[in-house]
């Protein structure tokens, strides 16, 4: 298909880890980034894969990318209340039809973390 | 430095109104793009820019028309508003830069306009 998608909702207790899970289009997609926002605010960059890698890790953040299956994953580790908030993934693709520079996201996964 | 902002943060209109949204970034960034927000619907490219003088359409451009001016700014107007524009507006900004193909598209937003219309 045509969109990068991510579950809508997820749901963890403070101390967990959390796992966000997203599937991008294009297997040229060069960049692939997680944005997290928080409430009432605007998106800022948590973290980027190049697509030549495997893993990334970033104290607590760790980034997986399955270019085969063209899934990318973010784990937190020892999720605390703070981290609740929108999480974007979003590719830079590279195909035929792609505009250089734009940048095209999934829906957001909402995380939630419980005391 | 302020890295991008957006005027107004709030506005109220009634249909049929206009309005104009500034958004200002002060990277020396070439691309600049304006998205729309709703629930369950992610970001969607309204309008983008590669450059000072340069516009084209994203996604979903009806109702909706931007002027770039200079490179800083870059202007989202609403010449006619309806109550399915309501909606927080983010702009954002990006180096553009490239190499061999590759290129590097980290995007900075700004805080966010809500708007109502009524």
């Known amino acids: 298909g045509e969109d990068v998608e991510q579950s809508l909702f997820l749901s963890v207790r403070e101390g967990d880890s959390s796992v966000i899970n997203c599937t991008y289009t294009d297997s040229s997609s060069t960049y692939l980034y997680w944005y997290k926002q928080e409430p009432g605010a605007g998106l800022q960059l948590l973290t980027y894969i190049f697509s030549n890698m495997d893993m990334k890790q970033d104290q607590r953040l760790t980034v997986l990318l399955n270019k085969k299956d063209k899934h990318l994953s973010l784990r937190i580790a020892d999720t605390q209340t703070g981290d609740s908030a929108i999480y974007f993934c979003a590719e830079s693709r590279r195909g035929r039809g792609s505009t250089l520079g734009r940048l095209y996201f999934g829906r957001g996964t909402q995380l939630t973390v419980w005391p | 430095n302020a890295g991008v902002t957006q005027t107004p943060k709030f506005r109220v209109l009634k249909t049929g109104q206009s309005m104009t949204l500034l958004c200002a970034q002060d990277?020396?960034?070439?691309?600049m793009y304006w998205y729309r927000q709703d629930p369950g619907m992610g970001l969607r490219l309204i309008h983008y820019s590669v450059g000072e003088g340069t516009t084209a359409k994203g996604e979903v451009p009806d109702g909706y028309n931007v002027s770039r001016l200079k490179k800083q700014n870059f202007l989202l107007g609403l010449e006619s508003a309806a109550p399915s524009q309501t909606s927080v507006y983010f702009c954002a900004s990006s180096y553009g830069g490239t190499s061999g193909g590759v290129s590097y598209n980290e995007q900075f937003f700004g805080p966010g306009t809500r708007l109502t219309v009524l």
């Open positions: 990277m020396n960034h070439e691309y």
